[in-house]
């Protein structure tokens, strides 16, 4: 894809929400890494997070945060769900904020699909003999007794107590998460977690509020919402992560997407992430064939029918195709997850593809001073010309620049 190259390309231009300004619209898109020690950071979320930052990205996720320690689906998962978590995820967030780049929390929780081993394992569902080994497995939780695969363990349906204990643990999750430094908030109501599973016909067979109709499932996501904005500072932005379209066929469409971002942005979400699938199977949603930017579509719909800003997600790996995404209004962020993974400083390279006047202004000052030397360099000599050893066991060693750039002895 070509668009046509202009001074500061859309996707390094800053977007500002509420308070927050990024200074571009590189997001770093949720990877739960499973590396948590109870809940808790390590030095693997320092480095894998801190590494983005490093390359560029305007705004970093980091992983589905558990908000209590029975919403995690592994032992390893991430949580912010005790006070003494605060600190650790601090001292990351005060990192990324010293690189230039805004640090987003992304507060989850897994429901039904507790209690498994991570992706290693192709999360297989926890047992006895795990038990014996220190993996002692645990009841999940779901708006109905369903298993989240045949044959799985059964979910404990939540009743009137469990939904306000759990809106409880959002709340302190979203008030440690003030606490923690982080900028932006995002609720993940997606790939088939709780919020989702409350959403979705498939996983809700509830008869009273909380079920039924459209709007009686949408009441939990949004009980979620009012929640976490109730303590979520006024200045600062809150995102919702939704799977746009699942299951097998029709059981939740563009028009229930539709509907759930319009009360979305009444109850104070200013971005809705559109992603897609997870009510069943791995996560994913089979039948959408995996072409670059396979869910923009979506982020188009739900920007332009409902008029809220909205990150787009998905195998966006091409400059030009990010760029031209947000310049056709379909989105205004851009998330990338395995991109940046396998390239942590793609935005620099896009930012050099899109013809950005000064791309090593995305990289910490002490890189950009030794990079902007280097291209000093290869202008000054030109590429395919060996140099000479410039001085023989006799001749005075010349310190001087100049006086090699004056006089470069090249051999051809
Ligand atoms: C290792 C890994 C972990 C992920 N964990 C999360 C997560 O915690 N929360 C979430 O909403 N999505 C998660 N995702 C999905 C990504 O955020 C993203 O939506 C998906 O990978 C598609 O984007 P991509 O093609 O740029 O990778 C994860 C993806 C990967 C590769």
């Known amino acids: 894809m070509n668009v046509a190259p202009r001074e500061v390309p859309m996707l390094f231009t800053p977007i500002k929400l509420r308070s927050v300004v990024a200074r571009n619209r590189i997001m770093c898109s949720p990877m739960c890494q499973y590396v948590s020690d109870d809940g808790g950071p390590t030095d693997w979320q320092l480095i894998n997070f801190g590494r983005f930052a490093m390359g560029g990205s305007g705004i970093i996720f980091g992983e589905e945060t558990a908000v209590e320690a029975r919403g995690r689906k592994t032992h390893h998962c991430a949580g912010i769900y005790n006070d003494s978590h605060v600190a650790a995820y601090r001292r990351i967030n005060d990192f990324i904020k010293s690189l230039g780049s805004v640090p987003a929390i992304q507060m989850g929780h897994c429901g039904r699909k507790a209690s498994a081993h991570g992706p290693l394992q192709d999360r297989a569902p926890l047992t006895e003999v795990d038990g014996r080994n220190g993996l002692q497995p645990w009841q999940g939780l779901a708006p109905s007794a369903l298993p989240a695969i045949p044959g799985g363990s059964l979910p404990h349906a939540m009743d009137r107590d469990d939904i306000r204990e759990n809106l409880a643990a959002w709340r302190e999750a979203a008030q440690r998460s003030i606490d923690a430094g982080y900028d932006i908030c995002e609720i993940h109501g997606a790939h088939g977690y709780l919020i989702h599973q409350f959403l979705s016909p498939v996983s809700n067979k509830r008869t009273d509020g909380y079920g039924g109709s459209l709007e009686g499932r949408m009441r939990f996501a949004l009980e979620v919402t009012d929640a976490v904005r109730a303590v979520w500072p006024a200045d600062k932005p809150l995102f919702f992560r939704i799977s746009s379209i699942d299951g097998t066929g029709g059981e939740w469409g563009m028009d229930d997407s539709l509907a759930l971002a319009r009360e979305l942005k009444a109850h104070g979400v200013d971005v809705v992430d559109c992603s897609s699938g997870g009510i069943t199977g791995d996560g994913t949603l089979a039948a959408l064939p995996r072409v670059p930017g396979y869910q923009a579509g979506y982020a188009r719909e739900i ?84 140099v000479d050893i410039p001085f023989g066991p006799s001749e005075q060693v010349p310190y001087s620049w100049a006086a090699l750039n004056a006089e470069p002895r090249v051999r051809r």
């Open 303 to 386: 920007k332009q029918e409902v008029g809220i800003a909205t990150a787009a997600v998905g195998l966006i790996t091409d400059p030009s195709h990010a760029e031209a995404i947000l310049r056709d209004g379909h989105a205004d962020i851009i998330a990338l997850a395995r991109e940046l993974m396998d390239n942590p400083n793609w935005p620099l390279q896009a930012a050099r593809a899109l013809g950005h006047a000064d791309p090593l202004d995305l990289v910490h000052a002490r890189e950009a001073q030794r990079l902007r030397l280097r291209e000093q360099h290869r202008k000054e000599y030109p590429s395919g010309l060996a």
